[in-house]
């Protein structure tokens, strides 16, 4: 038989002064927990003082409440029943510092989320509240006073994904006077935003609004620009993290390629071979190009699958030649990796589109003329394969359109959830659609859904310019005709849901407006980074309203459509957001940090080594001439893996010791 | 599929007392979660927070069977992603370990359990203790004073 | 290898070719068939409307006395195919369900068991037999017979169990084996109109006049079915269907082709007992053979 | 013209058929519907209906059980499954249809002399008393049923079938017809007593 600890109160010594307090939270709580009778139990209770019940404990009547409370009744230690600690144990602490008590005498009993929020029946709601208010006390009169870390904050930054929320992310640092480095995994900055010709619902070109950003953001004294990079291993804690950064071989010196792209048309392939990624595949680029002419950094790329001097080694070499002097080109380029010391990091890495190909019944990919909006984004741009004529695949003009809404959106059998997005670029695309082919437009949709600032005004504009509207979620796209009509075009057939009855519509191109998705790699990230991600994969907020940029993770902020489907206006806010909450930390020079380390009861300390590899930090090391175990306070994180995996029970933990968890344990059993 | 319903006043006999340690990473706040989404469940569980799924010492579970407990209930992050890098792993092994203990000492497996369960998973919060406590209520209390008795009347016996 | 055989109602009437066909074919094939012992209907898509936990136990009761054999069950018809299938997942999915059917089956001394699996024909050729073995089997190859394989609803909807949902292609790579050329069909899970032509004659002919106008023009010689019910409603109201000249287009079960293929003697495969000549169009390969 | 006023109230819905509607197997999500009227689109008979699949949703969720029950668009469902397979909001479409199909008859409330449930009837009355179904008796008896006038129309057909040996006047029955009644009476005193 393993031995069991002794119950009773711990160390055996009589309880302190402690004070209860349980808070109705409105009717949050006292709608199904019988507060008072809770608050009656716990006076009651060995060693309680003052117990109390008031509608809202955090409120500043509640908070001068338990003051009063402490100094009149000296209480020594405090438990409050009310939300999740994570909401507002911060809170309370600073009450019982201002009381002139330690923060840490405090323990915090959730019966809002755990409790009320979660159960029907109200007396086993009460019931579960006493037994934890029991435990709590029991607990709370083990608590030590102890004092919170500070350890100092590097003011570099670091910003993953350049996009339009990186780049402001990364402006917005960089002009309050911080080092930032930028790391984006394609060869130029821009994102998704740079593919667009137009914007919603103002129609200013994409590009115009973009550029001067992007090439600020290329040649800011204060900002490392590190394109062709990504972020290979990430270490530390808030304030000091040392990150690697891989900077991927682009066979063409950085500093010494000025962007003048005569190597581009000196290459011996006349005309390009190798599908244009920028483009989505709708044209073809050579083996050394610039993604698009206004890439930043305006540096050229040399793809090793294309390109024959890698292949065969017998290349001419012309665009070595055309380079001359520069000496910029080199085929012998190797993967490098560079680490760098940061404070903060903002994650912005963005979405990705919906593989519209898992729509089989919309015939992508098996009809030339099926397109996906993003593609069609590239034709309408004026620097697009097309130069910004809108063409089938045979070149001609379409004469109808159909654009069909929420294509890997609201559908359990994809994603559940809505884009938020696309309503608003399939009116802009409608829109550039009927002013520059004169085609007539179907918009297919579900709801149309317009909120935000000029974003109905815009809607009614189309309404206005004659672009239909048929309120139906298309059952199929085939070139099955059933009436002269449809001979040799695409039939999109759907249920016009407002006039009640099926309806099939000939037309030439089909735009599936394809949803927004997290990044194929957002689970690898996400757990480089060590934050959470929400079910569908996006990354998640410390809270949804409260702390939308935060993460679980102190010092890591999110920003942009990693989040969350999101649109441009919102990416740059949130951008915004998380580089002011880097700002902050930073400007505060020290963060602080839980107590919660865990320490060696050294003349207990039987020298067994067995905690030095329990630990993943290397924090326990061990003192030779002593024979003993030690902590390092600074590079311990709290997790008490050690203190449970110690065989002779010699390590403790603050807040969290053994005698106070058995007392928790024996509190929340022990009989009413 | 028929709603998995939550079984808090179905029988009024046994009410299972089961006694959790959540991760403060993640099963802790997918509790939170079940909680700010009103989803309704067995009120039999006691959560005790803890920083670490590791941080859970085998004592920990066999002091709250010993205290009257019918079931334990570990929550921790899923592999590869402890906040801790791999305390989960260490919470695994000593699982494992003590499984084998308890099941010596005549303690049904469906009493001890380990799950993991990240900050989004509200929903299994919701599940896994609905469903535990129905094994357990089938189970019965476990009253384990009482069982240490007989193992000692044996031994003596033998 | 054996299996239990659940040939359902139709297979012993107007679809008498279907099994004719399936059981000279597996017989090529060296496949044993068992017909489950005094099996009953499985309810159909007809008795479902009526009563839906009456077809579940109807279905059960061949399912239980499948069980008995430790067999798995052949379903041809797509209609029983479904059903049983759906039974399966019910009875796993609805504890009411489970409740209702075990104690029926109590009552006349059968137990259910979840351990027998539903399959098709099809499903069976491509996983048990195999492309290889039926090819080698071919000696009277189709030799570029144009065929369009016309599967209907019930075997990929609403689930799809061995093929895909919007473009299966098991038939088509099975008749392709025995040498036929597949054609393109892009109405191949299109419904015909089920038991609608016998209740509902105008929509019913609407439905079926597609099928057979679509497969005509991408230049099929002859529709393959899968399932007794598609294969009359095809065959039987071409005159109908073609305002004016009837269209003509002899409607075969695939295990007709593949039977022939494996050179069963037409007579023995029920091709004579097509309202739509098709004699001729064989005639032409069996040159070859002889 | 004539001119109707068309107007709903409160009291002509019927809560009892939401709950029912609701509960019933494959109903679970009916509530989730979104009105997107993929349904429809995908149905091969609903250009016939008089009420498209995801009307019926609608007036099913919200207990306008008269129009549901009233209309034709129950007995046009061929069980195609195709509305099911692509429904965006998990809703067993076609099983709710057997739901609709069933409560109808149950309450006898469909047009009379239409051949749908008349065939349905006749097909259950048959498995029931000899456990199989021989098609050539079902059709006879049911144009018998409704349109005694189309057999005429079908007589050349019929014979080429019967030529053929696909149709003949033979019964297909089993040996355990008792079993079958067994079941069947079983099946309904559990529901009884379950009130499923």
């Given at each position: 038989?393993?031995?069991?600890?002794?119950?009773?109160?711990?160390?055996?010594?009589?309880?302190?002064?402690?004070?209860?307090?349980?808070?109705?939270?409105?009717?949050?709580?006292?709608?199904?927990?019988?507060?008072?009778?809770?608050?009656?139990?716990?006076?009651?209770?060995?060693?309680?003082?003052?117990?109390?019940?008031?509608?809202?404990?955090?409120?500043?009547?509640?908070?001068?409440?338990?003051?009063?409370?402490?100094?009149?009744?000296?209480?020594?230690?405090?438990?409050?029943?009310?939300?999740?600690?994570?909401?507002?144990?911060?809170?309370?602490?600073?009450?019982?510092?201002?009381?002139?008590?330690?923060?840490?005498?405090?323990?915090?009993?959730?019966?809002?989320?755990?409790?009320?929020?979660?159960?029907?029946?109200?007396?086993?709601?009460?019931?579960?509240?006493?037994?934890?208010?029991?435990?709590?006390?029991?607990?709370?009169?083990?608590?030590?006073?102890?004092?919170?870390?500070?350890?100092?904050?590097?003011?570099?930054?670091?910003?993953?994904?350049?996009?339009?929320?990186?780049?402001?992310?990364?402006?917005?640092?960089?002009?309050?006077?911080?080092?930032?480095?930028?790391?984006?995994?394609?060869?130029?900055?821009?994102?998704?935003?740079?593919?667009?010709?137009?914007?919603?619902?103002?129609?200013?070109?994409?590009?115009?609004?973009?550029?001067?950003?992007?090439?600020?953001?290329?040649?800011?004294?204060?900002?490392?620009?590190?394109?062709?990079?990504?972020?290979?291993?990430?270490?530390?804690?808030?304030?000091?993290?040392?990150?690697?950064?891989?900077?991927?071989?682009?066979?063409?010196?950085?500093?010494?390629?000025?962007?003048?792209?005569?190597?581009?048309?000196?290459?011996?392939?006349?005309?390009?071979?190798?599908?244009?990624?920028?483009?989505?595949?709708?044209?073809?680029?050579?083996?050394?190009?610039?993604?698009?002419?206004?890439?930043?950094?305006?540096?050229?790329?040399?793809?090793?699958?294309?390109?024959?001097?890698?292949?065969?080694?017998?290349?001419?070499?012309?665009?070595?030649?055309?380079?001359?002097?520069?000496?910029?080109?080199?085929?012998?380029?190797?993967?490098?990796?560079?680490?760098?010391?940061?404070?903060?990091?903002?994650?912005?890495?963005?979405?990705?589109?919906?593989?519209?190909?898992?729509?089989?019944?919309?015939?992508?990919?098996?009809?030339?003329?099926?397109?996906?909006?993003?593609?069609?984004?590239?034709?309408?741009?004026?620097?697009?394969?097309?130069?910004?004529?809108?063409?089938?695949?045979?070149?001609?003009?379409?004469?109808?359109?159909?654009?069909?809404?929420?294509?890997?959106?609201?559908?359990?059998?994809?994603?559940?959830?809505?884009?938020?997005?696309?309503?608003?670029?399939?009116?802009?695309?409608?829109?550039?659609?009927?002013?520059?082919?004169?085609?007539?437009?179907?918009?297919?949709?579900?709801?149309?859904?317009?909120?935000?600032?000029?974003?109905?005004?815009?809607?009614?504009?189309?309404?206005?310019?004659?672009?239909?509207?048929?309120?139906?979620?298309?059952?199929?796209?085939?070139?099955?005709?059933?009436?002269?009509?449809?001979?040799?075009?695409?039939?999109?057939?759907?249920?016009?849901?407002?006039?009640?009855?099926?309806?099939?519509?000939?037309?030439?191109?089909?735009?599936?407006?394809?949803?927004?998705?997290?990044?194929?790699?957002?689970?690898?990230?996400?757990?480089?980074?060590?934050?959470?991600?929400?079910?569908?994969?996006?990354?998640?907020?410390?809270?949804?309203?409260?702390?939308?940029?935060?993460?679980?993770?102190?010092?890591?902020?999110?920003?942009?459509?990693?989040?969350?489907?999101?649109?441009?206006?919102?990416?740059?806010?949130?951008?915004?957001?998380?580089?002011?909450?880097?700002?902050?930390?930073?400007?505060?020079?020290?963060?602080?940090?839980?107590?919660?380390?865990?320490?060696?009861?050294?003349?207990?300390?039987?020298?067994?080594?067995?905690?030095?590899?329990?630990?993943?930090?290397?924090?326990?090391?061990?003192?030779?001439?002593?024979?003993?175990?030690?902590?390092?306070?600074?590079?311990?994180?709290?997790?008490?893996?050690?203190?449970?995996?110690?065989?002779?029970?010699?390590?403790?933990?603050?807040?969290?010791?053994?005698?106070?968890?058995?007392?928790?344990?024996?509190?929340?059993?022990?009989?009413? | 599929?028929?709603?998995?319903?939550?079984?808090?006043?179905?029988?009024?006999?046994?009410?299972?007392?089961?006694?959790?340690?959540?991760?403060?990473?993640?099963?802790?706040?997918?509790?939170?979660?079940?909680?700010?989404?009103?989803?309704?469940?067995?009120?039999?569980?006691?959560?005790?927070?803890?920083?670490?799924?590791?941080?859970?010492?085998?004592?920990?579970?066999?002091?709250?069977?010993?205290?009257?407990?019918?079931?334990?209930?570990?929550?921790?992050?899923?592999?590869?992603?402890?906040?801790?890098?791999?305390?989960?792993?260490?919470?695994?092994?000593?699982?494992?370990?003590?499984?084998?203990?308890?099941?010596?000492?005549?303690?049904?497996?469906?009493?001890?359990?380990?799950?993991?369960?990240?900050?989004?998973?509200?929903?299994?919060?919701?599940?896994?203790?609905?469903?535990?406590?129905?094994?357990?209520?089938?189970?019965?209390?476990?009253?384990?004073?009482?069982?240490?008795?007989?193992?000692?009347?044996?031994?003596?016996?033998? | 290898?054996?299996?239990?055989?659940?040939p359902g109602c139709s297979l012993k009437g107007t679809g008498r070719a279907y099994e004719e066909s399936l059981?000279?074919?597996?017989?090529?094939?060296?496949?044993?068939?068992?017909?489950?012992?005094?099996?009953n209907c499985c309810g159909a898509t007809t008795y479902m409307s009526v009563?839906?936990?009456?077809?579940?136990?109807?279905?059960?009761?061949?399912?239980?006395?499948?069980?008995?054999?430790?067999?798995?069950?052949?379903?041809p018809c797509a209609a029983c195919?479904?059903?049983?299938?759906?039974?399966?997942?019910?009875?796993?999915?609805?504890?009411?369900?489970?409740?209702?059917?075990?104690?029926?089956?109590?009552?006349?001394?059968?137990?259910?068991?979840?351990?027998?699996?539903?399959?098709?024909?099809?499903?069976?050729?491509?996983?048990?037999?195999?492309?290889?073995?039926?090819?080698?089997?071919?000696?009277?190859?189709?030799?570029?017979?144009?065929?369009a394989?016309y599967?209907g609803c019930q075997?990929?909807?609403?689930?799809?169990?061995?093929?895909?949902?919007?473009?299966?292609?098991?038939?088509?790579?099975?008749?392709?084996?025995?040498?036929?050329?597949?054609?393109?069909?892009?109405l191949?899970?299109r419904c015909c109109g089920g038991s609608q032509k016998g209740t509902l004659p105008e929509i019913g002919l609407d439905l079926i006049r597609y099928l057979l106008s679509e497969a005509k023009?991408?230049?099929a010689e002859v529709i393959a079915t899968v399932c007794p019910l598609c294969q009359f409603n095809l065959e039987c109201f071409q005159r109908e269907c073609g305002n004016g000249q009837p269209i003509s287009m002899p409607i075969l079960y695939f295990s007709q082709l593949?039977?022939?293929?494996?050179?069963?003697?037409a007579r023995t495969i029920g091709i004579q007992r097509g309202l739509v000549p098709v004699e001729s169009l064989l005639?032409?390969?069996?040159?070859?053979?002889? | 013209?004539?001119?109707?006023?068309?107007?709903?109230?409160?009291?002509?819905?019927?809560?009892?058929?939401?709950?029912?509607?609701?509960?019933?197997?494959?109903?679970?999500?009916?509530?989730?519907?979104?009105?997107?009227?993929?349904?429809?689109?995908?149905?091969p008979l609903?250009l016939y209906?008089?009420?498209?699949?995801?009307?019926?949703?609608?007036?099913?969720?919200?207990?306008?059980?008269?129009?549901?029950?009233?209309?034709a668009?129950i007995w046009l469902c061929t069980s195609c499954?195709?509305?099911?397979?692509?429904?965006?909001?998990?809703?067993?479409?076609?099983?709710?249809?057997?739901?609709?199909k069933?409560?109808?008859i149950?309450?006898?409330?469909y047009p009379k002399r239409f051949a749908i449930p008349v065939m349905a009837e006749q097909f259950s009355r048959m498995v029931r008393r000899e456990g199989r179904i021989t098609e050539s008796w079902l059709i006879l008896k049911v144009f018998l049923r409704t349109a005694i006038w189309r057999l005429l129309g079908m007589s050349s057909l019929g014979w080429k079938l019967f030529r053929t040996g696909r149709m003949g006047l033979g019964k297909e029955r089993i040996?355990?017809?008792?079993?079958?009644?067994?079941?069947?009476?079983?099946?309904?005193?559990?529901?009884?007593?379950?009130?499923?």
């Amino acid at each position: 038989m393993p031995e069991i600890r002794s119950s009773g109160n711990g160390s055996g010594r009589a309880p302190r002064r402690v004070g209860v307090y349980v808070c109705h939270c409105g009717t949050n709580i006292a709608g199904t927990v019988d507060v008072r009778s809770v608050a009656e139990y716990a006076a009651t209770l060995p060693g309680v003082a003052v117990s109390r019940e008031y509608k809202y404990m955090c409120s500043d009547p509640g908070q001068a409440l338990i003051q009063q409370d402490i100094r009149d009744n000296n209480l020594e230690c405090i438990v409050v029943a009310s939300c999740s600690p994570l909401l507002h144990e911060p809170t309370f602490r600073r009450v019982l510092a201002r009381s002139g008590i330690n923060a840490f005498l405090l323990q915090m009993v959730n019966v809002r989320e755990h409790v009320s929020w979660v159960h029907l029946d109200k007396k086993a709601a009460t019931e579960k509240a006493k037994d934890l208010v029991r435990a709590a006390v029991r607990r709370v009169s083990l608590h030590k006073p102890l004092q919170k870390r500070r350890v100092p904050i590097n003011p570099n930054v670091l910003v993953v994904g350049g996009g339009i929320a990186g780049i402001h992310a990364a402006l917005t640092l960089a002009d309050a006077g911080k080092q930032v480095y930028l790391v984006e995994r394609e060869p130029t900055i821009g994102g998704h935003m740079a593919m667009f010709d137009k914007t919603f619902p103002t129609l200013d070109c994409a590009a115009c609004i973009l550029t001067p950003k992007m090439t600020a953001a290329g040649s800011h004294k204060n900002i490392r620009l590190w394109t062709y990079s990504e972020v290979a291993q990430v270490e530390g804690y808030v304030g000091n993290y040392k990150v690697k950064v891989r900077h991927k071989p682009r066979y063409v010196i950085d500093d010494l390629c000025i962007g003048c792209q005569e190597c581009i048309a000196a290459c011996v392939y006349k005309e390009g071979k190798t599908a244009d990624e920028f483009n989505l595949g709708l044209s073809k680029r050579k083996p050394v190009y610039l993604p698009f002419p206004q890439a930043v950094p305006q540096k050229v790329v040399i793809d090793p699958e294309a390109c024959i001097e890698f292949k065969s080694g017998k290349c001419k070499k012309t665009c070595v030649e055309a380079c001359g002097e520069r000496k910029a080109i080199d085929f012998h380029q190797k993967e490098t990796m560079e680490e760098i010391e940061v404070g903060t990091i903002v994650l912005a890495t963005g979405f990705r589109t919906f593989d519209a190909a898992r729509n089989p019944y919309y015939g992508y990919g098996k009809y030339g003329n099926v397109y996906t909006s993003l593609e069609v984004e590239r034709l309408i741009n004026a620097s697009g394969p097309t130069n910004g004529e809108i063409v089938l695949r045979d070149g001609s003009r379409p004469k109808a359109v159909g654009i069909i809404h929420c294509v890997g959106s609201r559908d359990a059998n994809t994603n559940r959830w809505c884009s938020k997005v696309c309503c608003m670029y399939s009116l802009k695309l409608a829109h550039l659609i009927k002013e520059r082919t004169g085609a007539e437009v179907y918009n297919f949709y579900i709801d149309m859904r317009t909120p935000g600032k000029g974003y109905e005004e815009f809607y009614d504009r189309l309404l206005d310019e004659g672009v239909h509207f048929i309120r139906g979620r298309v059952a199929e796209v085939s070139d099955w005709a059933i009436h002269p009509s449809e001979e040799g075009r695409l039939v999109i057939r759907a249920e016009d849901t407002l006039a009640g009855f099926v309806r099939r519509v000939p037309v030439d191109m089909v735009i599936l407006s394809v949803g927004l998705e997290p990044q194929a790699d957002a689970q690898e990230v996400r757990r480089m980074f060590n934050i959470s991600c929400a079910t569908e994969g996006w990354f998640l907020e410390r809270h949804p309203k409260l702390a939308p940029v935060s993460t679980f993770t102190e010092g890591v902020y999110i920003a942009g459509a990693c989040q969350g489907p999101k649109d441009i206006p919102d990416c740059v806010a949130q951008a915004g957001a998380a580089a002011a909450e880097a700002l902050a930390l930073i400007d505060a020079q020290f963060v602080e940090l839980e107590p919660y380390t865990a320490y060696v009861l050294e003349e207990e300390c039987s020298g067994c080594k067995s905690c030095l590899t329990a630990c993943p930090y290397q924090a326990i090391s061990f003192q030779h001439e002593k024979k003993k175990a030690v902590i390092n306070e600074v590079l311990c994180k709290g997790c008490g893996t050690c203190v449970a995996g110690c065989p002779s029970g010699c390590i403790q933990q603050n807040f969290f010791e053994d005698q106070e968890i058995f007392e928790e344990i024996e509190g929340v059993l022990a009989d009413a | 599929m028929p709603e998995n319903q939550p079984t808090s006043s179905l029988s009024d006999h046994f009410e299972p007392r089961i006694v959790a340690f959540f991760c403060n990473w993640c099963t802790y706040l997918a509790a939170d979660l079940a909680g700010t989404s009103r989803m309704k469940y067995a009120p039999n569980a006691r959560v005790i927070r803890v920083m670490c799924s590791g941080r859970v010492d085998p004592q920990f579970v066999l002091d709250a069977f010993a205290h009257g407990a019918d079931g334990v209930f570990i929550g921790g992050c899923h592999p590869g992603d402890c906040h801790y890098q791999e305390g989960n792993y260490k919470a695994l092994r000593r699982y494992h370990l003590l499984k084998r203990v308890l099941k010596e000492m005549g303690i049904e497996e469906e009493r001890f359990r380990l799950e993991w369960i990240s900050a989004a998973e509200g929903d299994r919060v919701r599940s896994t203790i609905n469903d535990m406590v129905e094994k357990v209520r089938a189970l019965g209390p476990l009253d384990w004073g009482l069982r240490e008795e007989e193992v000692l009347a044996e031994e003596a016996a033998a | 290898m054996k299996y239990a055989y659940y040939p359902g109602c139709s297979l012993k009437g107007t679809g008498r070719a279907y099994e004719e066909s399936l059981l000279a074919m597996f017989r090529a094939l060296d496949i044993e068939l068992e017909e489950i012992r005094d099996w009953n209907c499985c309810g159909a898509t007809t008795y479902m409307s009526v009563d839906e936990l009456i077809c579940y136990a109807l279905a059960a009761r061949n399912l239980a006395l499948a069980a008995r054999e430790h067999l798995d069950i052949i379903a041809p018809c797509a209609a029983c195919y479904l059903v049983l299938n759906k039974t399966q997942r019910y009875i796993r999915d609805y504890p009411k369900i489970k409740l209702v059917v075990e104690r029926a089956l109590g009552q006349i001394g059968l137990t259910y068991s979840e351990a027998v699996r539903v399959r098709h024909p099809l499903e069976v050729l491509l996983n048990d037999v195999g492309l290889r073995a039926i090819t080698e089997r071919a000696l009277r190859p189709l030799k570029g017979l144009k065929v369009a394989p016309y599967y209907g609803c019930q075997i990929v909807r609403p689930y799809a169990t061995f093929d895909d949902q919007h473009n299966p292609t098991s038939m088509d790579r099975v008749l392709a084996a025995c040498g036929a050329k597949i054609v393109h069909y892009p109405l191949k899970t299109r419904c015909c109109g089920g038991s609608q032509k016998g209740t509902l004659p105008e929509i019913g002919l609407d439905l079926i006049r597609y099928l057979l106008s679509e497969a005509k023009k991408n230049g099929a010689e002859v529709i393959a079915t899968v399932c007794p019910l598609c294969q009359f409603n095809l065959e039987c109201f071409q005159r109908e269907c073609g305002n004016g000249q009837p269209i003509s287009m002899p409607i075969l079960y695939f295990s007709q082709l593949v039977a022939w293929a494996m050179g069963a003697p037409a007579r023995t495969i029920g091709i004579q007992r097509g309202l739509v000549p098709v004699e001729s169009l064989l005639a032409e390969r069996e040159i070859a053979y002889a | 013209m004539e001119l109707r006023r068309t107007v709903k109230f409160e009291a002509d819905r019927d809560p009892e058929f939401v709950r029912w509607i609701s509960q019933t197997v494959g109903g679970e999500k009916i509530r989730h519907c979104l009105q997107c009227g993929l349904c429809s689109g995908t149905c091969p008979l609903s250009l016939y209906m008089d009420y498209t699949p995801r009307r019926l949703m609608l007036l099913s969720r919200e207990g306008f059980k008269e129009e549901v029950l009233g209309s034709a668009s129950i007995w046009l469902c061929t069980s195609c499954y195709a509305c099911m397979v692509e429904c965006p909001k998990e809703i067993n479409i076609t099983h709710v249809m057997y739901a609709l199909k069933e409560r109808a008859i149950a309450e006898g409330r469909y047009p009379k002399r239409f051949a749908i449930p008349v065939m349905a009837e006749q097909f259950s009355r048959m498995v029931r008393r000899e456990g199989r179904i021989t098609e050539s008796w079902l059709i006879l008896k049911v144009f018998l049923r409704t349109a005694i006038w189309r057999l005429l129309g079908m007589s050349s057909l019929g014979w080429k079938l019967f030529r053929t040996g696909r149709m003949g006047l033979g019964k297909e029955r089993i040996a355990a017809r008792k079993d079958i009644a067994v079941l069947l009476d079983s099946v309904a005193t559990t529901r009884k007593e379950l009130a499923l």
